[in-house]
């Protein structure tokens, strides 16, 4: 990736949106929070590559001068300097205590942040993860920011929630199986501020987005805690049916067939009362048993499962549900033998995965091809080598 920074917008912008990540993470977190202009400068540019050279030609300074601030020898205290820096580093005004005046006027900043977090959830169910944690990350320091300052009033909060909540799904997209606690660290703040508000909708969202991204973070007796507390909340079938997914793939995946058996009846049964979503229909259900089937040690009978007829597509599939299917489906292909099959499936989902930033479904199909198909393992293994890149791990 080109991490050169120049002083013009567009190119800084397209390098911030490839490592934005990097300032969900708590160790990014604590240093905004510190609004320590020194501690920001050197890890902005710790995140980009850059030197103080390029970062004078950012912000328009001298190096001696960037020098000078990271040092503590200078110090920028008028809100003009402030709020041009903050512009150009793309960061929130509040990070450097400047008010931005989008908050002037509460209404349009809610609107402007409802907006965003909506846009973002969008972004990632398109299969643009990334972009929606370029947008959403301003947005949650600029309330956390508010938060900080004795801003507790009841629709901030409520929005510090679902973006806190958004990060932290579209995070689990985009990074490594061994930072995605990071993403489970984001679903996870959002409940503190879910227990203030006394809302049961929202309640069982956080926990059901919280428990997936436990899941996937490898925490599997947490995440099936969450999701059965999640499934005990819902107060009425739609919401019930949207945990119940979640819930089968972590009981699969925990080994629990028991509970996996149950939760997948139910959830069939629930089809033909709720509208279907990306989750909630026929094809990703069928994937789910597959998966779970396979992880409950009952070889035979996903193998019998996969060669059933495949439900037709109720509803549009989001992109990276299909990386999901074609690598479950291509890991039965390798049990039955079929090694062609599995080749022609585990490829389209590398190519697939590479294309929608998804280095965990890499990471998936690394593992089942290990000593099965060297040189399907060997183009997962440099996909996943080119997006640990791009996103600076």
Not at 226 to 251: I, M
Not at 306 to 326: F, G, H, K, M, N
Request: some cysteine.
């Amino acid at each position: 990736m080109d991490t050169t920074i120049s002083a013009s917008g567009p190119s800084t912008r397209r390098s911030a949106r490839l490592v934005s990540w990097r300032w969900a993470t708590p160790e990014a977190q604590a240093i905004l929070a510190t609004r320590d202009l020194a501690s920001i400068l050197k890890y902005y540019r710790r995140v980009h590559g850059s030197s103080q050279s390029q970062m004078g030609e950012l912000l328009g300074y001298d190096k001696t001068y960037v020098s000078a601030l990271e040092l503590g020898k200078r110090h920028l205290s008028d809100v003009g300097s402030l709020r041009h820096v903050a512009d150009r580093l793309a960061l929130p005004g509040h990070v450097l205590g400047v008010t931005d005046p989008a908050d002037s006027d509460h209404r349009a900043m809610l609107q402007f942040g409802t907006s965003t977090v909506r846009l973002a959830e969008v972004a990632r169910q398109c299969g643009r993860a990334a972009e929606a944690v370029a947008e959403l990350w301003p947005l949650v320091a600029r309330l956390e920011a508010r938060a900080r300052d004795g801003s507790t009033e009841r629709d901030v909060l409520r929005l510090l929630a679902h973006a806190r909540l958004s990060l932290g799904t579209a995070l689990g997209n985009v990074l490594p199986e061994e930072r995605l606690a990071t993403a489970a660290h984001w679903t996870a703040k959002s409940l503190d501020v879910v227990r203030a508000l006394d809302d049961t909708a929202l309640t069982t969202t956080a926990l059901r987005m919280h428990g997936n991204e436990l899941r996937k973070a490898g925490l599997l007796g947490a995440a099936v805690d969450r999701l059965t507390q999640a499934a005990s909340t819902a107060s009425g079938a739609d919401e019930r049916a949207a945990v119940l997914p979640l819930l089968a793939r972590a009981a699969g995946a925990l080994g629990d067939a028991a509970l996996f058996d149950h939760t997948v009846r139910e959830a069939h049964r629930l089809l033909d009362m709720v509208e279907h979503t990306s989750l909630v229909n026929p094809s990703a259900l069928y994937e789910i048993r597959l998966r779970g089937l396979i992880s409950t040690g009952r070889i035979h009978d996903a193998i019998r499962h996969a060669e059933s007829a495949t439900p037709t597509p109720t509803i549009a599939v989001a992109p990276q549900w299909r990386v999901i299917e074609l690598i479950t489906t291509g890991r039965v292909r390798l049990l039955v033998g079929d090694s062609h099959g599995a080749t022609q499936l585990l490829g389209t989902a590398v190519r697939e995965a590479r294309a929608q930033r998804l280095p965990h479904q890499l990471q998936r199909v690394q593992r089942i091809t290990a000593d099965r198909l060297p040189d399907t393992n060997d183009a997962a293994r440099q996909a996943l080598a080119q997006l640990r890149t791009e996103i600076a791990a």
